[in-house]
Protein backbone atom coordinates (compact mmCIF):
# COMPACT_ATOMS: atom_id res chain seq x y z
CA UNK A 1 0.00 0.00 0.00
CA UNK A 2 2.99 2.35 0.85
CA UNK A 3 3.99 1.83 -2.78
CA UNK A 4 0.89 2.08 -4.62
CA UNK A 5 0.52 5.55 -2.04
CA UNK A 6 3.54 6.73 -3.45
CA UNK A 7 3.03 5.77 -6.55
CA UNK A 8 0.35 7.99 -6.66
CA UNK A 9 -2.31 6.36 -6.36
CA UNK A 10 -5.71 6.65 -4.15
CA UNK A 11 -5.63 4.46 -1.14
CA UNK A 12 -7.59 4.53 2.09
CA UNK A 13 -5.43 5.95 5.66
CA UNK A 14 -3.72 3.24 6.87
CA UNK A 15 -1.34 2.39 9.71
CA UNK A 16 0.72 -0.86 10.52
CA UNK A 17 0.39 -2.17 14.23
CA UNK A 18 3.48 -1.36 16.56
CA UNK A 19 4.51 -5.17 16.70
CA UNK A 20 3.96 -5.53 12.75
CA UNK A 21 1.31 -8.07 12.99
CA UNK A 22 -1.70 -5.77 12.39
CA UNK A 23 -2.44 -3.63 9.36
CA UNK A 24 -5.24 -0.86 10.32
CA UNK A 25 -7.34 0.60 6.87
CA UNK A 26 -9.49 3.23 7.29
CA UNK A 27 -13.41 2.42 6.28
CA UNK A 28 -13.80 4.31 2.71
CA UNK A 29 -17.20 2.34 2.12
CA UNK A 30 -18.94 5.06 4.66
CA UNK A 31 -19.39 8.82 4.43
CA UNK A 32 -18.55 11.63 6.94
CA UNK A 33 -21.85 10.55 9.03
CA UNK A 34 -20.92 7.26 9.09
CA UNK A 35 -23.82 5.83 6.42
CA UNK A 36 -22.41 3.53 4.14
CA UNK A 37 -21.91 4.32 0.77
CA UNK A 38 -22.33 2.07 -2.60
CA UNK A 39 -19.22 0.04 -3.10
CA UNK A 40 -19.07 -3.23 -5.68
CA UNK A 41 -15.96 -5.20 -6.39
CA UNK A 42 -15.31 -6.15 -9.95
CA UNK A 43 -16.71 -10.26 -9.27
CA UNK A 44 -20.40 -8.17 -9.00
CA UNK A 45 -19.48 -5.75 -11.65
CA UNK A 46 -18.34 -9.08 -13.61
CA UNK A 47 -21.36 -11.36 -12.89
CA UNK A 48 -19.35 -13.84 -11.70
CA UNK A 49 -19.03 -15.61 -7.96
CA UNK A 50 -16.68 -15.25 -5.41
CA UNK A 51 -15.17 -18.80 -6.52
CA UNK A 52 -14.92 -17.06 -9.71
CA UNK A 53 -12.44 -14.01 -8.84
CA UNK A 54 -9.12 -15.59 -10.25
CA UNK A 55 -11.74 -16.27 -13.82
CA UNK A 56 -11.01 -12.92 -15.57
CA UNK A 57 -8.74 -11.17 -17.69
CA UNK A 58 -7.15 -7.24 -17.00
CA UNK A 59 -8.14 -6.11 -20.78
CA UNK A 60 -12.10 -7.72 -19.58
CA UNK A 61 -11.01 -5.29 -16.41
CA UNK A 62 -10.66 -2.36 -18.75
CA UNK A 63 -13.65 -2.81 -20.65
CA UNK A 64 -15.84 -3.12 -17.45
CA UNK A 65 -14.00 0.31 -16.21
CA UNK A 66 -15.75 1.67 -19.60
CA UNK A 67 -19.08 0.47 -18.78
CA UNK A 68 -18.94 1.69 -15.12
CA UNK A 69 -16.36 5.15 -15.66
CA UNK A 70 -18.65 8.36 -16.64
CA UNK A 71 -16.95 9.56 -19.42
CA UNK A 72 -15.18 12.93 -18.22
CA UNK A 73 -13.67 10.26 -15.31
CA UNK A 74 -12.37 7.62 -17.49
CA UNK A 75 -8.80 8.41 -18.89
CA UNK A 76 -7.86 8.99 -15.62
CA UNK A 77 -8.97 5.91 -14.47
CA UNK A 78 -7.18 4.10 -16.92
CA UNK A 79 -4.37 5.49 -16.39
CA UNK A 80 -4.58 4.62 -12.53
CA UNK A 81 -5.78 1.30 -13.41
CA UNK A 82 -2.40 1.13 -15.73
CA UNK A 83 -0.20 2.03 -12.93
CA UNK A 84 -1.74 -0.39 -11.11
CA UNK A 85 -1.08 -3.43 -13.27
CA UNK A 86 2.87 -2.04 -12.82
CA UNK A 87 2.64 -1.73 -9.08
CA UNK A 88 1.63 -4.96 -8.85
CA UNK A 89 3.88 -6.93 -11.57
CA UNK A 90 6.86 -5.71 -9.85
CA UNK A 91 6.28 -6.30 -6.27
CA UNK A 92 4.82 -10.21 -8.31
CA UNK A 93 1.10 -9.41 -6.49
CA UNK A 94 0.04 -12.91 -7.33
CA UNK A 95 -3.66 -11.91 -5.41
CA UNK A 96 -5.04 -9.25 -7.50
CA UNK A 97 -8.06 -10.52 -8.28
CA UNK A 98 -11.84 -9.35 -9.29
CA UNK A 99 -12.41 -8.77 -5.48
CA UNK A 100 -9.56 -6.57 -4.81
CA UNK A 101 -10.75 -3.93 -6.88
CA UNK A 102 -13.90 -2.10 -7.22
CA UNK A 103 -16.08 0.65 -8.10
CA UNK A 104 -17.49 3.39 -5.18
CA UNK A 105 -20.35 5.26 -5.43
CA UNK A 106 -20.25 8.13 -3.69
CA UNK A 107 -23.93 8.32 -3.22
CA UNK A 108 -27.04 5.98 -4.08
CA UNK A 109 -29.39 8.49 -3.67
CA UNK A 110 -32.34 7.84 -6.04
CA UNK A 111 -31.34 4.90 -6.95
CA UNK A 112 -33.11 2.08 -9.14
CA UNK A 113 -32.17 -1.15 -10.05
CA UNK A 114 -34.29 -1.21 -13.38
CA UNK A 115 -32.35 2.13 -13.88
CA UNK A 116 -28.21 3.55 -14.40
CA UNK A 117 -27.23 5.03 -11.33
CA UNK A 118 -26.94 8.85 -11.91
CA UNK A 119 -24.18 9.35 -9.44
CA UNK A 120 -20.61 9.99 -9.67
CA UNK A 121 -18.71 6.16 -10.41
CA UNK A 122 -14.97 6.35 -9.60
CA UNK A 123 -12.58 3.70 -8.97
CA UNK A 124 -12.26 2.67 -5.58
CA UNK A 125 -8.78 3.28 -3.51
CA UNK A 126 -6.79 0.37 -3.52
CA UNK A 127 -6.97 -1.57 -0.41
CA UNK A 128 -5.46 -4.92 -0.85
CA UNK A 129 -2.03 -5.15 -1.91
CA UNK A 130 0.08 -7.85 -1.13
CA UNK A 131 3.67 -9.50 -2.38
CA UNK A 132 3.18 -12.72 -3.20
CA UNK A 133 6.20 -14.68 -4.37
CA UNK A 134 7.98 -14.49 -0.68
CA UNK A 135 5.69 -17.00 0.26
CA UNK A 136 4.86 -19.03 -3.29
CA UNK A 137 8.08 -18.23 -5.40
CA UNK A 138 6.56 -19.68 -7.87
CA UNK A 139 2.95 -17.62 -7.88
CA UNK A 140 1.46 -16.07 -11.24
CA UNK A 141 -0.45 -13.31 -11.91
CA UNK A 142 -4.26 -13.33 -10.37
CA UNK A 143 -5.88 -12.60 -14.23
CA UNK A 144 -4.32 -13.29 -17.57
CA UNK A 145 -2.87 -10.60 -19.71
CA UNK A 146 -2.54 -11.58 -23.81
CA UNK A 147 -3.71 -15.00 -22.51
CA UNK A 148 -1.44 -15.72 -20.17
CA UNK A 149 -0.42 -15.52 -16.65
CA UNK A 150 2.64 -15.57 -16.52
CA UNK A 151 4.74 -12.02 -15.36
CA UNK A 152 4.77 -10.20 -18.33
CA UNK A 153 7.94 -8.73 -20.53
CA UNK A 154 7.85 -4.86 -20.66
CA UNK A 155 6.65 -5.18 -24.28
CA UNK A 156 3.50 -6.65 -23.06
CA UNK A 157 2.66 -4.24 -20.85
CA UNK A 158 3.21 -1.31 -22.88
CA UNK A 159 0.56 -3.58 -25.50
CA UNK A 160 -1.61 -3.28 -22.90
CA UNK A 161 -1.67 0.28 -22.24
CA UNK A 162 -1.76 1.44 -25.53
CA UNK A 163 -5.17 -1.32 -26.79
CA UNK A 164 -6.84 -1.81 -23.84
CA UNK A 165 -5.74 1.27 -21.48
CA UNK A 166 -6.15 4.07 -24.36
CA UNK A 167 -2.98 5.46 -23.01
CA UNK A 168 -0.26 7.42 -25.50
CA UNK A 169 3.20 6.26 -25.71
CA UNK A 170 4.40 9.06 -24.01
CA UNK A 171 1.30 8.52 -21.35
CA UNK A 172 2.92 5.17 -20.37
CA UNK A 173 6.46 6.26 -20.34
CA UNK A 174 4.92 8.64 -17.66
CA UNK A 175 3.79 6.14 -15.70
CA UNK A 176 6.25 3.96 -15.81
CA UNK A 177 8.41 6.82 -14.37
CA UNK A 178 6.02 7.28 -11.59
CA UNK A 179 6.41 3.85 -10.63
CA UNK A 180 9.87 3.54 -10.68
CA UNK A 181 10.29 6.44 -8.87
CA UNK A 182 8.05 5.16 -6.02
CA UNK A 183 10.00 2.43 -5.62
CA UNK A 184 13.23 4.47 -3.99
CA UNK A 185 11.38 5.83 -1.07
CA UNK A 186 9.30 2.58 -0.89
CA UNK A 187 12.95 0.74 -0.15
CA UNK A 188 13.72 3.31 2.28
CA UNK A 189 10.21 2.64 4.41
CA UNK A 190 11.15 -1.19 3.84
CA UNK A 191 14.31 -1.37 5.19
CA UNK A 192 13.19 1.02 8.32
CA UNK A 193 10.34 -2.03 9.07
CA UNK A 194 13.36 -4.42 8.58
CA UNK A 195 14.80 -2.80 11.28
CA UNK A 196 12.25 -2.63 13.43
CA UNK A 197 11.46 -6.19 12.64
CA UNK A 198 14.07 -9.11 11.89
CA UNK A 199 11.93 -11.39 11.87
CA UNK A 200 10.45 -9.51 8.20
CA UNK A 201 13.70 -10.16 6.98
CA UNK A 202 13.66 -13.26 4.65
CA UNK A 203 10.17 -11.93 3.41
CA UNK A 204 11.54 -8.27 3.27
CA UNK A 205 14.32 -9.18 1.80
CA UNK A 206 12.67 -10.84 -1.51
CA UNK A 207 10.49 -7.57 -1.91
CA UNK A 208 13.20 -5.25 -1.21
CA UNK A 209 15.03 -7.35 -4.05
CA UNK A 210 12.08 -6.81 -6.76
CA UNK A 211 11.01 -3.08 -6.11
CA UNK A 212 15.48 -2.71 -6.97
CA UNK A 213 14.83 -4.22 -10.07
CA UNK A 214 11.77 -2.25 -10.90
CA UNK A 215 10.57 -2.85 -14.31
CA UNK A 216 13.84 -3.59 -15.57
Known amino acids: LTFANNAGLNTPTFHLSNNGHLLIIERFDLNSEGEPIGFEDFCVLQGKQTREKYDSSLERCTHTLRHFIPPDRLSTTLYDFFKLTLVNHIIRNGDAHLKNIGILYPSLEGYRASEP ?42 QFGKSHCGLSTAMIKQAAEEVEQACTPTLATLESLLTRHPAFNDVGGIIGTHLSQGLG
Do not use: C, H
Open 117 to 158: LTALRELAPIFDIVSTVPYLPNDTMALTLAGSKRWPKWKTLQ
